[in-house]
């Protein structure tokens, strides 16, 4: 069913993209009128995130997913702008707007999300196609983001149980039940958050207690990369074989915003390009510190990804 030579092209799948609109203000004052400094709507959802920034790191990508036909203009000016390949369903009623606010003075984001489109039976047969069609011809894809509201919890497991047939390598980056039911299908790589594997063991997890125990549920699992991203403190990188703390460069911080999904692309561009499990998630610490440094959801340029790619502190973690 697949093919002799696969491309290094990336998939990302967003099954429920949105509009990021952040305000910034120089303070946000809860129960009072709050006056906006400045503004800047993005195309995002974190396949759509995982995209920008893999394109930005010069690899070829392709997206997929749901988009609502009603507001579809400033994704696809977007994607011709950045050269992104686009295979959308569209579906009927708006693509979610969410607002991201950012309170300068402190340091702090708070983020409105809305539930998103209603894909129907046809809608999703349609995806399914596209998927299926790409992984004829793709090995890596990156499944990330919550799920429209009817959406069954387990369609993430499903594609990775198919997408096995065609000899694909899934990275997982979601929570919740979708990340539980999609743990057991068996995906290559994960990347929770450390809150998010806490609430997958159902006990705080920090990195001095409960980490080893989080990482070998996973292993356990038939995991074969586990990344846990943890904020200022970095991320921890495990395989078959090594197991690396990986601490990002200090950066003055425009937005924390999508840092995780720029951390997934660096994680799929390493992987597709074969290098190994250290210089991966340089490259990864690097996208994710680059992207932090911008306002909204941007992805920053190569050149400033690599001129912080020797900042990036690995070491080996004791398990």
Not at 20 to 25: A, V, W
Not at 103 to 130: A, H, M, R, Y
Not at 151 to 162: E, G, H, L, S, V
Not at 187 to 212: F, Q, R
Request: hydrophobic share 40%; glycine share 8%.
């Amino acid at each position: 069913m697949t093919s002799k030579c696969k491309k290094g092209k990336i998939v990302t799948i967003t099954l429920n993209p949105a509009l990021d609109r952040t305000l910034y203000m120089p303070r946000f004052l809860k129960g009072q009128v709050n006056r906006v400094e400045c503004e800047r709507t993005d195309p995002g959802g974190k396949g759509i995130n995982v995209a920008k920034a893999v394109k930005a790191l010069e690899q070829d990508v392709v997206v997929t997913g749901f988009l609502g036909e009603n507001n579809t203009e400033l994704f696809t000016k977007y994607f011709q702008q950045e050269n992104i390949e686009e295979a959308f369903v569209r579906v009927t009623g708006n693509t979610r707007v969410n607002i991201k606010v950012v309170d300068e003075e402190n340091s702090e984001v708070t983020e409105i999300n809305f539930s998103g489109v209603s894909p129907t039976k046809t809608d999703f047969c349609q995806l399914e196609d596209k998927i299926y069609s790409l992984a004829k011809e793709c090995e890596w894809i990156v499944l990330s983001g919550n799920l429209p509201s009817n959406m069954p919890i387990d369609i993430y497991a499903q594609f990775i149980k198919n997408l096995h047939k065609y000899n694909c390598k899934v990275i997982l980056d979601t929570s919740g039940e979708a990340l539980q039911a999609g743990i057991l299908a068996k995906p290559y790589a994960v990347k929770p958050n450390i809150d998010e594997l806490s609430a997958l063991l159902g006990k705080k997890i920090t990195m001095e207690n409960g980490l080893a125990e989080g990482i070998s549920y996973l292993k356990q699992a038939g995991i074969s990369l586990i990344v846990v991203s943890m904020g200022q403190n970095g991320a921890l990188a495990v395989n078959d074989s090594e197991a690396f703390l990986v601490k990002p460069p200090v950066v003055t911080v425009g937005s924390t915003v999508g840092a995780g999904d720029t951390m997934v692309a660096g994680l799929a561009v390493g992987l597709a390009r074969g290098l190994d499990l250290a210089e991966t998630m340089r490259l990864s610490a690097a996208a994710a510190a680059a992207a932090v440094m911008l306002p909204g959801t941007q992805a920053a340029t190569l050149q400033t990804v690599n001129n912080l790619l020797a900042q990036v502190q690995i070491t080996t973690w004791r398990r």
